[in-house]
């Protein structure tokens, strides 16, 4: 299969996770649930969970096994998005074409949404019946999910952005904004679909976090290029120099890794 059909199949894979394991929007609290299905079955390009899902494919690892923790992946980030629209944060009125989570319905239902997705996603990596095969597993799931979020994670990060934003202070460095607000959850789907294959050596899993790290900051450099507001000056030659680096990384196992070169060649050479 190609490689656009695989990754529109993936996108298509990762809906329907998260169309059943959502709650129901009639369910109560009614108005949360519906507002929590509406962060996260609003579009995207779904590149964590795909990203996800192609890694443990490379170890024979089959979707119904990777669907659930790529759902976990897509309400995190459907999480940091809500907040970060938030007026506090960014101040963001439309997300994807469409009214922002605090916009469609409050400020204080967007917060509890935010807040709901993330114990959500852990749920998912704890108690999900497709995963139950793994419950040796399932503290070294949900500690890499935690550590990529957390203070030393993707909020550590967006608390450098904000600082850097008001203060301006000029011993904050842009890498370290970037590793930890971006970076660390895509290395996190890297290490997730890695974690829940039988196959992986200790010595790939390593060569892999590497990798999703490297994928992880040129995608943040590409999102860089593309904003006019970019903290760095050379985006797009830092972006090029983390995709050499992730395939560097992938070139060096004994897999086929096809599908993670061109998922690394697609960060730097998409258009949004």
């Known amino acids: 299969m190609s490689f656009p059909l695989e ?4 996108q298509d ?3 329907t996770a998260l169309e059943e394991r959502l709650p129901p929007a009639s369910e109560p609290p009614a108005k949360l649930h519906e507002a929590m299905r509406y962060a996260t079955l609003n579009g995207g390009k779904r590149f964590r969970a795909v990203l996800l899902m192609m890694t443990g494919q490379m170890f024979g690892t089959g979707l119904e096994r990777l669907m659930a923790p790529a759902a976990a992946v897509e309400c995190v980030h459907a999480y940091s ?4 629209d938030l007026p506090c944060m960014d101040d963001d009125d439309y997300r994807r074409g469409m009214p ?3 916009k469609q319905y409050d400020e204080a239902t967007a917060v509890l949404v935010g807040d709901a997705l993330q114990a959500f996603a852990f749920q998912i990596l704890s108690s999900d019946e497709s995963l ?3 419950k040796d597993k399932s503290g070294r799931l949900v500690s890499i999910l935690a550590g990529a979020i957390g203070s030393k994670g993707m909020t550590g990060g967006q608390a450098l952005d904000i600082e850097f934003e008001i203060n301006g202070v000029s011993t904050i460095d842009p890498f370290s904004v970037n590793r930890l607000k971006t970076a660390k959850l895509i290395q996190a789907s890297v290490c997730l679909g890695a974690c829940v294959s039988d196959a ?8 892999l976090s590497d990798y999703g ?3 992880g900051l040129a995608f943040q450099y590409r999102d860089d290029q593309l904003d006019d507001d970019a903290l760095e000056d050379n985006p ?3 972006a090029s120099t983390m995709r050499d680096r992730a395939l560097s990384a992938i070139r060096t196992l004994d897999r086929d890794t096809q599908n993670l070169e061109k998922l690394a060649e697609f960060v730097v050479s998409r258009s949004m």
């Open 132 to 134: 139950v095969n793994l």
């Open 7 to 10: 990754w529109s199949r993936l």
């Open 213 to 215: 790290e490297c994928v």
């Open 200 to 207: 992986v050596t200790e010595q790939e899993y390593r060569v």
């Open 236 to 238: 797009h030659e830092k």
């Open 13 to 15: 894979a990762t809906v």
């Open 81 to 84: 998005l809500v907040h970060d």
């Open 100 to 102: 922002s989570c605090h």
